[in-house]
């Protein structure tokens, strides 16, 4: 459960990540390890076993014979049917990346691209690839000497894998495109050399592994579940808070109630609640009041943060199956001798769960608003208008819920599904595509104002509990209020607000991290 003392040992582990050792075989990579790599907190090792080898020796044995291999001496896409001269296969390759890399808008930032060239070389160790060694050991000396490609964040539509933003990550392999090292961004050759690494040439096969997966979407997916996952604890420490300052009745979080309905996030949810309210003062002194039930933003809490924390559930499920996946086309199968054209690079998968992410933090931050509403507007359990002890003259914590309505709204836009279209692309060859790129980017949109949609209840809910002292809140919300008081005081008049809630979304990242 979500405690002060659980924060401070995640910190600490965090701080442990580094000096850690992420070891890439294909199969076993996990979402902390996601984590540390992008955030620079352990450097990255490969273990390549012999289905590798056997793999690439697959290709070479291909190409020696007549039989057409896809994307190894044909073209690609509605081109799949033009056959390509043996002397000319490496120009394949090097056109297919140039040709690709053509996204437009704002770069990703450094974290998802540094994600992107984690998974990527994941994908490639597992072994179905058909890939020589050193362009793997490539991808992992990039991310291990800092140089990150300039990948565009616009351009994918989710299906024969994240085609234009991996193709700006392998060009920089071959020398081209542009890359940031220590800070700058530089011609790709000059960031490689700066790091003591030469560009790759590629070799038949390999540009088109370079391009065909799901590293984009399941990069921003992975990073926002992480965050996700733990900011659905920091709302119920939010919501625990505003009900001690709506002097509200915990009677809707009894085991009892629960376990006739027992879906697993709302018996978590309860138990959580449960916990942060342990030895509370603020409900002892109403035990007997007249009032019976809490309006459903308060009661409802087990129910609500019960099914966000079942649909992220479903989301870590397949985050961690895509993050030891093989998403390359065609496939190389040693064992039986077979090379197998698929659709591995499709990223429906990705594309239904990234929606369903998004979804459940909108229903987050709707939630969250509604409580922050009622603290600043309801004065039954004592509390003063907006939340300050001289209304009138003073405007308190008013416009607070504004900011939280704005960004509700805005929440409420990006909540439509990506994954609702599709735009047939190549001439009708690609006629179902999954726009889970798009779903990511508007995720991690969600994920930002949710965050500071919580960051507003956390301010009014801390307010709220000050005007029952010297009554006490339950014993793990005092340790959170003493550490969210470093961040913010407590308002006696009105001041400026400017950054504070800013600096409270920071205070939910950095304790969550």
Known sequence: MWTLENREN?????SDANGKVVTLDGESLSLEEVEWVADGQATVALNLGPRFYASRKQIENRMEGEAAVYGVNTGFGNLATVRIPHDKLAILQRNLLISHATGVGAPLPRRVVRSMLLLRANSLAKGYSGVRAELV??????????????VPSQGSVGASGDLAPLAHIACVLIGEGRAEYNGEVLP?????SLAGLNPVQLAPKEGLALINGTQMMASLGALALARALRLVEV?????????????GTDAAFHPAIQAVRPHPGQVAAAAHLRELLAGSEVMESHRGCSKVQDPYSLRCMPQVFGA????????????EVELNSATDNPLCFPEEDL????????????????????????????????????LLTSYEAGLPAFLTAYPGLNSGLMVTQYIAAALANDNKVLSHPASADSIPTSAGTEDFNSMGANSALKLNSILENTTRIIAVELMCAAQGVEFHLPLQPGEPLREIMVSLRAVVPH?????LLDGEIEKIAQWILDYGL
């Open 339 to 374: 090379v197998l054209s698929g659709g591995n690079f499709h990223g429906q998968p990705l594309a239904i769960m990234l929606d369903t992410m998004g979804l459940a933090l909108v229903q987050l931050g709707n939630f969250s608003e509604r409580r922050s509403y009622k």
């Open 188 to 192: 790709a050759k000059e960031a490689l």
């Open 308 to 319: 966000i924390r079942d649909a992220l559930d479903y989301c870590r499920r397949v985050i």
């Open 491 to 495: 308002l006696e008049e009105d001041r």
């Open 137 to 150: 050991q490539l991808l992992v000396d990039m991310l291990n000497h800092g140089v990150h490609p300039v």
């Open 10 to 14: 995640q910190l600490k582990n965090k």
């Open 235 to 247: 709302a119920e420490i939010a919501g625990a808070l505003s009900l001690e300052a709506f002097k």
